[in-house]
């Protein structure tokens, strides 16, 4: 399964963006598809994720400001990031993890940057 994460940019503090990511193949609803991100200098860290037997997990830093979709018609997953933050300011990286097998995918990461 290829990933393709889109929506990045350059925002001002406040602003908001949408992360698209689209799979290449069908994608179970039971597979957990999620978004992570890296900032320069960091480890790679777990921003949203969400299946269709659990409620969305949300890293502490962004709960109320972020939101998780997905459409699993289409095989996507969004990320709606309002409120955005310098710190937010990373590479995003869209995630599957496939229900069965708990093998990952991981997609070319989408750079956000949040300017002061």
């Known amino acids: 399964v290829q990933l393709q994460a889109s929506g990045g940019g350059l925002v001002q503090s406040g602003g908001s963006l949408r992360l698209s990511c689209a799979g290449s193949r069908t994608i179970s609803r039971l597979d957990t598809m999620g978004w992570y991100r890296q900032a320069s200098g960091n480890q790679r860290e777990l921003v949203a994720t969400?299946?269709?037997?659990?409620?969305?997990n949300y890293a502490d830093s962004v709960k109320g400001r972020f939101t998780i979709s997905r459409d699993y018609v289409n095989d996507m997953v969004f990320l709606q990031m309002d409120s955005l933050k310098p710190e937010d300011t990373a590479v995003y990286y869209c995630?599957?993890?496939?229900?069965?097998?708990?093998?990952?995918?991981w997609g070319r990461g989408t750079l956000v940057t949040v300017s002061s």
């Open positions: 995630r599957l993890e496939k229900w069965k097998t708990a093998r990952e995918y």
């Open positions: 969400l299946s269709s037997i659990s409620t969305p």
